[in-house]
T-cell receptor
Framework: AQSVTQPDIHITVSEGASLELRCNYS??????LFWYVQSPGQGLQLLLK??????LVQGIKGFEAEFKRSQSSFNLRKPSVHWSDAAEYFC????????????FGQGTELSVKP | DTGVSQDPRHKITKRGQNVTFRCDPI?????LYWYRQTLGQGPEFLTY????????KSRLLSDRFSAERPKGSFSTLEIQRTEQGDSAMYLC?????????????FGSGTRLTVV
């Protein structure tokens, strides 16, 4: 069965510091991988996605993620965090050529210190 | 097209009442998904449609829950005899069949509070 683990429930970083949010997935075939961001009381906004090809994918707002098949990981990174990045971040996996349902991790809450 | 729309944004209901939520997907998207999200958790899959056909239902979707997409456009999610445990954010998303092209687009959700 597909599953996603985000080991860090809450992370605090200083503004301007680098960020890495961890995501590990379980899926038997080639996964489709996503990172979403959610501000309080809002829906989910897609940051980036990986389907195939280059394992380093660029997203919006200066985020990037790297797919590592050997580690079953898809970690999200940003070189310099802004105060507006404070939010909840979700990693998700979907399977198969036709997509289908998304399975989400528990989420990582990011706080940014001034 | 302005994206995925959900109505209402907030709903407060008394325990035991029935509630219905509506989702209008992106018009070109033939797949529509419902998720439930409780505080501090990731969204949990409930069900999804391809056009008017309901292709998959989660075990989370008890017999008090029913979803429809009668004409393959908008969808409704009804909860009968609501319980306090139903309090959550209900999210709708849509995608084309081959989601690899554009991914999944989420609405802003309907927050349900059962008192």
């Amino acid at each position: 069965a597909q599953s996603v683990t985000q080991p860090d429930i809450h992370i605090t970083v200083s503004e301007g510091a680098s960020l890495e949010l961890r995501c590990n997935y379980s899926y038997g075939a080639t996964p489709y991988l996503f990172w979403y961001v959610q501000s309080p009381g809002q829906g989910l906004q897609l940051l980036l996605k990986y389907f195939s090809g280059d394992t380093l994918v660029q997203g919006i707002k200066g985020f990037e993620a790297e797919f590592k098949r050997s580690q079953s990981s898809f970690n999200l990174r940003k070189p310099s965090v802004h105060w507006s990045d404070a939010a909840e971040y979700f990693c998700a996996v979907a399977g198969g050529n036709q997509g289908g349902k998304l399975i989400f991790g528990q989420g990582t809450e990011l706080s940014v210190k001034p | 097209d302005t994206g995925v729309s959900q109505d209402p944004r907030h709903k407060i209901t008394k325990r035991g009442q029935n509630v219905t939520f509506r989702c209008d997907p992106i018009s070109e998207h033939n797949r529509l998904y419902w998720y439930r999200q409780t505080l501090g958790q990731g969204p949990e899959f409930l069900t999804y449609f391809q056009n008017e056909a309901q292709l998959e239902k989660s075990r989370l979707l008890s017999d008090r829950f029913s979803a429809e997409r009668p004409k393959g456009s908008f969808s409704t999610l009804e909860i009968q005899r609501t319980e306090q445990g139903d309090s959550a954010m209900y999210l709708c998303a849509s995608s084309p069949t081959g989601a690899s092209n554009s991914g999944y687009t989420f609405g802003s959700g309907t927050r349900l509070t059962v008192v």
